[in-house]
């Protein structure tokens, strides 16, 4: 009896490439892209190309999460220490011969101008990840260590820039991993406590603290004027305290359902500084009000807890622990980006994921939700 065996057809062939994404993932994607383009066509409408120019970021970083969604976690892992390598090495050669712009030494030019910095973002969970995933099962303080080392390498590199911005970006993501990986609240705790009584000290003694002539040690002199600015904005309305107010001042008057598309008068008459990068959040208030802010915060919510939800059902160390340093990111940039335009916390150069333009930035967070995606797909693939 001769067995006759039917030629899959090209569909058939490639379907799997097309499907097993994360349905939810896509639709929170989807959302906040739909406001980042209504955001960005309103806010941006004078910046000349910049709303054509965001779209083409969108597209982009839709096809960098496309790519490596197909990437399974176990071939990132070989990448990790090859890219924390070669991250490091750039933001030595950034430190060596780096371009300097606006008193800042962040770029390098290889043919072309990059920004080392924004790869570590990545490079820095894979690597943490994938130490964390070597020493499964006999994990001690010293591989704690080693992994605090691993981290504290490239903050320095990008603090000294001075990024102060993405440094603590950088800071957030290795230290999640760290803490997915099972660190002690004995530890955990007393730092918090720690930095709490810092910023009680810092609020109750802002007077002294803040006072002409008075320098603090570590920060730079524009960093302390941007802690002492978000305890009193008032102090100089017209100068350092301007973009804070003028931010409150928008969020403030849309209300309930906003003054409508292209009708934000801060945005508009040009009172909101950075409206389509750092501060878009702020002419979005303006425009769309607290029943557009919900719309926002629902689509943040589902994209982290979703993300959440694929790292606890992750089925190795190194995709649990990846998949939850990503995740936590997206919810860091959204706290703080939206925290330093509601005058909550200090600003620093922190784009509201898939809302606010720029291009290296867009693909970054692309390739993140490439990750998550990566990831559930495999735990997929392990059940059937």
């Given at each position: 009896?001769?067995?006759?065996?039917?030629?899959?057809?090209?569909?058939?062939?490639?379907?799997?490439?097309?499907?097993?994404?994360?349905?939810?993932?896509?639709?929170?994607?989807?959302?906040?892209?739909?406001?980042?383009?209504?955001?960005?066509?309103?806010?941006?409408?004078?910046?000349?190309?910049?709303?054509?120019?965001?779209?083409?970021?969108?597209?982009?970083?839709?096809?960098?999460?496309?790519?490596?969604?197909?990437?399974?976690?176990?071939?990132?892992?070989?990448?990790?220490?090859?890219?924390?390598?070669?991250?490091?090495?750039?933001?030595?050669?950034?430190?060596?011969?780096?371009?300097?712009?606006?008193?800042?030494?962040?770029?390098?030019?290889?043919?072309?101008?990059?920004?080392?910095?924004?790869?570590?973002?990545?490079?820095?969970?894979?690597?943490?990840?994938?130490?964390?995933?070597?020493?499964?099962?006999?994990?001690?303080?010293?591989?704690?260590?080693?992994?605090?080392?691993l981290l504290a390498l490239p903050v320095l590199l990008v603090a000294r820039q001075p990024d102060l911005g993405t440094a603590l970006l950088i800071l957030a993501a290795g230290l999640f991993v760290i803490f997915f990986a099972g660190l002690s609240w004995r530890?955990?705790?007393?730092?918090?406590?720690?930095?709490?009584?810092?910023?009680?000290?810092?609020?109750?003694?802002?007077?002294?603290?803040?006072?002409?002539?008075?320098?603090?040690?570590?920060?730079?002199?524009?960093?302390?004027?941007?802690?002492?600015?978000?305890?009193?904005?008032?102090?100089?309305?017209?100068?350092?305290?301007?973009?804070?107010?003028?931010?409150?001042?928008?969020?403030?008057?849309?209300?309930?359902?906003?003054?409508?598309?292209?009708?934000?008068?801060?945005?508009?008459?040009?009172?909101?500084?950075?409206?389509?990068?750092?501060?878009?959040?702020?002419?979005?208030?303006?425009?769309?009000?607290?029943?557009?802010?919900?719309?926002?915060?629902?689509?943040?919510?589902?994209?982290?807890?979703?993300?959440?939800?694929?790292?606890?059902?992750?089925?190795?160390?190194?995709?649990?622990?990846?998949?939850?340093?990503?995740?936590?990111?997206?919810?860091?940039?959204?706290?703080?980006?939206?925290?330093?335009?509601?005058?909550?916390?200090?600003?620093?150069?922190?784009?509201?994921?898939?809302?606010?333009?720029?291009?290296?930035?867009?693909?970054?967070?692309?390739?993140?939700?490439?990750?998550?995606?990566?990831?559930?797909?495999?735990?997929?693939?392990?059940?059937?």
């Open positions: 009896m001769t067995a006759i065996f039917e030629q899959p057809s090209p569909w058939q062939r490639a379907r799997h490439v097309f499907t097993g994404f994360d349905g939810l993932l896509l639709a929170a994607m989807a959302v906040l892209g739909a406001i980042g383009l209504v955001a960005m066509y309103s806010a941006g409408y004078d910046h000349g190309t910049r709303f054509v120019d965001h779209a083409r970021n969108m597209a982009l970083a839709l096809a960098v999460t496309f790519v490596v969604a197909q990437v399974p976690p176990h071939k990132m892992e070989r990448l990790a220490v090859p890219l924390y390598t070669a991250g490091i090495v750039l933001l030595i050669a950034v430190a060596l011969f780096g371009i300097t712009r606006k008193g800042a030494t962040r770029w390098l030019n290889i043919g072309f101008v990059i920004q080392p910095s924004e790869i570590m973002k990545i490079a820095v969970p894979l690597m943490l990840a994938w130490w964390f995933q070597k020493r499964e099962g006999q994990r001690s303080a010293a591989d704690f260590a080693a992994a605090a080392l530890l955990v705790l007393p730092a918090a406590l720690l930095v709490g009584a810092g910023v009680v000290a810092l609020v109750t003694g802002q007077e002294e603290l803040c006072g002409e002539g008075v320098r603090w040690p570590v920060l730079r002199e524009y960093q302390q004027h941007r802690v002492c600015t978000l305890l009193d904005p008032a102090r100089d309305p017209l100068g350092k305290g301007f973009h804070i107010l003028q931010g409150m001042i928008a969020i403030g008057s849309g209300g309930v359902g906003g003054k409508g598309f292209m009708q934000g008068t801060q945005t508009h008459l040009e009172f909101i500084p950075e409206r389509t990068t750092d501060f878009i959040f702020a002419a979005f208030c303006e425009e769309f009000g607290f029943v557009g802010v919900v719309v926002l915060l629902v689509a943040l919510s589902a994209l982290i807890l979703r993300g959440l939800a694929i790292a606890a059902d992750a089925p190795t160390v190194f995709s649990r622990l990846l998949a939850g340093a990503v995740t936590m990111g997206f919810f860091t940039y959204a706290f703080v980006n939206m925290g330093m335009v509601s005058g909550i916390l200090p600003v620093v150069g922190v784009p509201l994921p898939f809302v606010s333009y720029g291009g290296t930035a867009m693909v970054m967070l692309g390739l993140g939700l490439g990750i998550l995606m990566s990831v559930a797909r495999s735990r997929q693939l392990m059940r059937s």
